[in-house]
């Protein structure tokens, strides 16, 4: 699906734009793959007193986290560098007071976000959470973290979610349109439904193609360019992490992160490294590279790995032929309109 209206951006201008002080954001990606220059434009921009929410709150809910922008977080997941008693940068907040944090399961999460992609106001979850600390113990949403109704069914009592509708998301692909149809492959998780979810979407990918190869494979697009507000192209954008069909995750430079993240004041020389003192991700590669060497992106670049391409062919593509003539009664519509008109079925 299109339009004529290119959402090209820079990373810059989509954050500024689309992104508020006080916003519900999403990461969409799941554990591969993070909105990584996204999320440091977010930090270099200072927004605050975000809501967000994040399926697996690793390297890109960390950074959010320290860069002060994060208020509330709604996840199934935190990475605690060095544990409780090492921490991260979510422990130290959560510990400081500064930071609240509402937990659920990964099928609840994702649930949430189901419900709020179809325009639903809630969503049915497995009633065993109810024994469990995540239904006991409630942080700021407190009774609207889950409710329990009665099934007018079955007369039993249900355990439900709230829809989960948040203000923006930002996700990384692997390729897009300048239009905004977004191409994901590889493991989905929440991606699709925390976008659809979602009333404004920034989608950053490793390259813009042009429309007839978006065309050429429809089943990868998992976001129509109808609902995107910007598409921002930043090759190796989500680097540490990995895309599939571009390059690996950087091995190296994850678990410098996480031993940086186990320590205040590590956590902020690394910050002042990557995130405040590059520009975007141009600066960040130019730094890399420049302390690390080429060589070492060059490794992890994925090796090509193609998949048998699908036939998406017909015999003709619409009911009129090259003449407009329908093909089965070989009319005009001009003549098929006439007939209508002779014999009153013509209305208007």
């Known amino acids: 699906m299109t339009d004529s209206k290119t959402k090209v951006m820079t990373a810059h201008e989509a954050i500024s734009r689309f992104v508020h002080d006080g916003d519900h954001l999403v990461i969409g990606n799941y554990t591969v793959g993070t909105c990584a220059e996204l999320a440091f434009e977010v930090i270099r921009q200072k927004k605050t007193g975000l809501t967000l929410y994040s399926q697996s709150g690793v390297f890109d809910v960390e950074v959010l986290v320290a860069g002060g922008c994060v208020d509330r977080l709604v996840s199934t997941y935190v990475y605690r560098a060095g544990g409780k008693e090492g921490g991260s940068a979510v422990e130290r907040a959560l510990q400081a007071g500064t930071l609240e944090m509402e937990d659920y399961t990964n099928f609840q999460y994702n649930a949430r976000l189901v419900a709020g992609m179809h325009g639903f106001s ?3 979850v497995l009633e065993g959470a109810m024994v469990t600390d995540l239904f006991k113990k409630r942080s700021f949403m407190g009774e609207d973290k ?3 109704i009665t099934c007018p069914y079955t007369g039993k009592d249900i355990l439900t979610v709230p829809a989960a ?8 692909v692997q390729r897009c349109d300048r239009y905004g149809n977004a191409q994901y492959w590889g493991a989905l998780g929440s991606v699709a439904a925390a976008a659809l979810a979602s009333k404004r979407i920034i989608v950053s990918c490793e390259e813009i193609v042009e429309h007839d190869i978006i065309q050429s494979s429809p089943h990868l697009t ?3 360019g109808y609902r995107v507000d910007a598409v921002v192209e930043i090759p190796w ?4 992490t990995e895309v599939l069909g571009y390059y690996n995750l950087d091995r190296l430079m994850y678990a410098m992160f996480f031993v940086s993240d186990m320590r205040g004041d590590g956590l902020k020389a690394w910050m002042d490294e990557w995130v405040y003192g590059c520009r975007d991700r141009a600066d960040y590669l130019d730094h890399y590279m420049a302390k690390h060497g080429s060589e070492m992106l060059e490794a992890i670049r994925a090796k090509s790995y193609f998949s048998a391409p699908a036939d998406y062919g017909s015999a003709f593509t619409s009911c009129w032929d090259d003449e407009d003539r329908e093909r089965t009664m070989g009319l005009t519509l001009e003549e ?3 007939i209508l008109e002779e014999r009153g079925l013509l209305n208007g």
Do not use: S, T, W
């Not at 509708?165 to 990384?172: G, K, L, S």
């Not at 954008?237 to 540490?240: D, L, N, Q, S, T």
């Open 165 to 172: 509708n948040p203000d923006v998301c930002i996700v990384h």
């Open 237 to 240: 954008g989500a680097h540490p």
């Open 122 to 124: 809630f969503m049915q």
């Open 336 to 338: 098929l309109e006439e």
């Open 222 to 224: 998992i976001i129509p």
């Open 146 to 148: 889950y409710r329990v």
